[in-house]
């Protein structure tokens, strides 16, 4: 029964997780979608959710079959469904390639488990594990893709626990598969997760049955230094880790605490870290960190409205700034890429808040809302930032279109060179940009804010060139 239940637990906490992280499409997913056969967005989202719920699903019987308590296979596919997609804005789920080969590595897993039950032999299991990690190591140099290790922290102090107890022991079988997760992870985000989650629960494993006081320091070093290590500042890290190692240390000889009462809870922190870590990287599109590659509800929109206008007359250009392939797929037709502070115009010319976003960049132009302040002498103060500069601008009745602004440490702007993206919209409202047009009189961005809008969506609209 209890193993029904821990199963039943993860499938719903799979499912949760996905209506809940699921942003879209990315712009590489965008790409990748004519050579998957994928022609609906409505069966994307299908093939990303079954891929969401069986690829832990996979690694939870994988885990069974080496006979790691309920739990424990429970934890290694919550660590699957929430690391991968805990990182970079939901990259994994926006991308259905990336998606697929997890699952089709979780399943290999799974296979490899099945072979080592079977015939009673975990090395076999072993090597087919290395070429599944092989595999995903080729697929990912010939596509280029590189992660670093470090945005995977809480994975790897477990994995680490199986490293060690395998060289005490002087098992291959332990001591290769954190390895090979740790090198596939350099090359195939999917696989080296699908791998880590795997020696991270039997790493678990081996710290529950622990006794001995050396793994149970070297792995509360290692997690103080890992858990750090996203900081991206070693020195500091190192000193966080070393500090966090000495309070471990300190607590563990107080109270003479045996790993054996300190690994459940440390797993449900973990987890927890994760989900919240995750829950931090969902939330709406904002100027912190670097700019998602999904594009927004509006811009979508934008693109369909052109693509059935090109059907109804036949002909036109149409210019947009950013998701060359979002458009193609929705739209059905080539985009004439253009520069927003360039005078290059197009028939019909798309403005949408998140392709600024991408072709503006850290410029000084485009800005988003960041925050409300006070002034010493009481003034209300709007906000703006893109990740170079702020802009300050005076509140007045609630707008900010009639005042003069002041880009931080640089000059005054005066209130006739600030414009507002979308008038309906709040000055707070995270779909609104203010554009400075000063400097870039003539450029299609300044041009289009005077023109007339063919068609519009909140933080988006269309003028004709």
Request: proline share 4%; aromatic share 10%; charged share 15%.
């Amino acid at each position: 029964m209890k193993q029904y239940m821990h199963l039943a637990a993860l499938v719903l906490f799979s499912i949760g997780f996905f209506l809940f992280g699921y942003a879209g499409i990315s712009e590489r997913g965008y790409g990748e979608l004519p050579a998957l056969g994928l022609n609906d967005p409505q069966i994307v989202y299908y093939v990303a959710l079954a891929c969401v719920v069986l690829a832990p699903v996979s690694i939870y019987f994988a885990l069974r079959m080496v006979e790691l308590s309920e739990w424990k296979c429970m934890f290694g596919g919550l660590l699957l469904v929430t690391m991968p997609v805990a990182l970079n804005n939901a990259a994994a789920v926006a991308d259905p390639a990336g998606l697929l080969l997890m699952a089709a590595a979780s399943f290999a897993v799974l296979v490899a488990a099945l072979l080592a039950k079977a015939i009673n032999n975990r090395r076999i299991g072993l090597a087919l594990l290395v070429v599944v990690a092989g595999a995903g190591i080729y697929l990912g140099s010939v596509n280029g893709i590189n992660y670093s290790i470090g945005e995977y922290s809480l994975l790897l102090p477990f994995s680490f626990a199986l490293l060690m107890e395998g060289i005490k022991e002087r098992r291959e079988d332990k001591v290769a598969p954190p390895i090979i997760g740790a090198a596939a992870l350099l090359f195939s985000h999917p696989v080296g997760a699908v791998v880590l989650a795997c020696t991270s629960a039997l790493g678990l494993a081996e710290i529950w049955k622990e006794t001995e006081r050396p793994l149970n320091l070297a792995f509360m070093a290692v997690f103080s230094l890992c858990l750090f290590y996203s900081q991206a500042d070693p020195v500091r890290s190192a000193l966080v880790g070393l500090f966090g190692f000495v309070v471990f240390y300190a607590l563990a000889a107080m109270y003479n605490a045996k790993m054996r009462m300190l690994a459940q809870p440390a797993a449900i922190l973990l987890m927890l870290t994760a989900v919240l870590t995750m829950a931090a990287n969902l939330s709406t599109h904002s100027y912190e960190g670097e700019v998602m590659g999904i594009p927004s509800a509006g811009t979508v929109d934008m693109f369909k409205w052109a693509g059935n206008r090109m059907l109804e007359t036949g002909n036109g250009d149409v210019g947009i700034f950013a998701y060359p392939d979002a458009f193609r797929y929705h739209a059905g037709s080539e985009p004439v890429m253009l520069d927003p502070l360039d005078d290059e115009w197009a028939d019909t010319v798309i403005f949408t808040y998140d392709t600024l976003d991408v072709a503006a960049g850290d410029g000084i132009n485009v800005f988003a809302y960041y925050a409300r302040a006070t002034a010493e002498d009481g003034t209300e103060i709007a906000v703006y930032a893109n990740r170079q500069y702020m802009l300050n601008t005076v509140l007045q009745d609630g707008s900010v279109n009639r005042v003069d602004g002041a880009i931080v440490g640089l000059k005054r702007v005066p209130f006739t060179k600030i414009k507002m993206l979308d008038d309906a919209l709040g000055y707070n409202d995270a779909r609104n940009r203010v554009v400075m047009v000063e400097g870039i009189e003539g450029s299609v961005l300044a041009g289009g804010l005077r023109m007339q809008k063919e068609y519009s969506v909140p933080g988006g609209f269309a003028v004709g060139g």
